[in-house]
């Protein structure tokens, strides 16, 4: 769970549609939604000197994309209404045409993925980081609370507020310094809480996009040459995704 504290975000979701996403390597569902803030983009080019922009979110991986709403022919107003199948006619009934030579392939990975030439098989590893670098852009860019931190603050604030006075009852000494006391534990829930804060991006990471990329490269059973080399990519192009994954650590999820 990641609760988001910020300002209200200049969005407006426009509908579902179908289109292709590269982590759950199909024809999903999107949600799309229009972006009056080039800011809120996270690197996803926008048109030149356009302020204002279209991104689609998968619905099944929760990864977020340019979008082109000229493609679509219509939008769904509730999620899950329809087969993929059925839901692609009515939004974007050049789907499976227009991409037509994708499919073919992920039908080829999923047949035999190790006899894909190996300079496609390195696009493709560096693609889904890629794909992931703009969800990972604006978790950092916002401030988020998750599960672990919010414990954390319950547990803080009870230790500062209750176990003074508890403690009060157990030994007279303690009773006359309570302010003391309650000063000391409060040092340490902030000491606590700050390395819960320095450590949340990491956990992020871990919980949240390695499950992602695990689902993405699966099919391909990356080496770790490869695995380097699009993490390497992502490294020079400044994204946060590369400074946080680890390749010891993917290439334990893949073995
Ligand atoms: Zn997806």
């Known amino acids: 769970m990641l609760i988001y504290i910020g300002k209200k975000r200049q969005e407006k979701a426009m509908g579902y549609v179908v289109d292709f996403c590269p982590i759950c390597r199909e024809l999903t569902e999107f949600k799309l939604t229009k972006i009056n803030d080039p800011a809120l983009s996270y690197g996803i080019p926008l048109a ?3 302020s204002v922009g279209y991104l689609r979110e998968c619905v099944d991986c929760q990864t977020f994309m340019h979008a082109d709403p000229i493609r679509y022919a219509a939008f769904a107003h509730r999620s899950g209404t329809a087969a993929i199948k059925t839901l692609a006619e009515a939004t974007f009934p050049r789907a499976y045409k227009y991409h037509g030579k994708r ?30 670098a703009p969800t990972v852009e604006r978790r950092m860019a916002n401030i988020y609370l998750d599960t672990q ?52 991006p990491r956990r992020y990471i871990r919980d949240t996009i390695y499950p992602r990329i695990v ?24 994204k946060h995704i590369a400074k946080l994954a680890r390749t010891e650590e993917l290439m334990r999820l893949f073995h």
């Open 48 to 50: 030149t000197g356009a």
């Open 215 to 238: 689902k993405a490269l699966r099919i391909l059973e990356p080496s770790e040459d490869e695995m380097s080399f699009a993490l390497g990519i992502a490294k020079r192009d400044g």
């Open 149 to 200: 931190m919010l414990i954390v603050a319950v547990l803080g604030l009870l230790s500062v507020f209750v176990l003074p006075s508890y403690l009060g009852l157990l030994s007279s000494s303690l009773a006359e310094n309570q302010s003391t006391v309650a000063l000391v534990l409060a040092l340490i829930f902030c000491v606590i809480l700050g390395w819960q804060w320095k450590t949340a």
């Open 103 to 132: 499919l073919q392939l992920e039908k080829l990975i999923r047949q035999s993925p190790h006899t894909i030439e190996e300079k496609l098989r390195v696009e493709l590893v560096a693609e889904s980081f890629e794909a992931l």
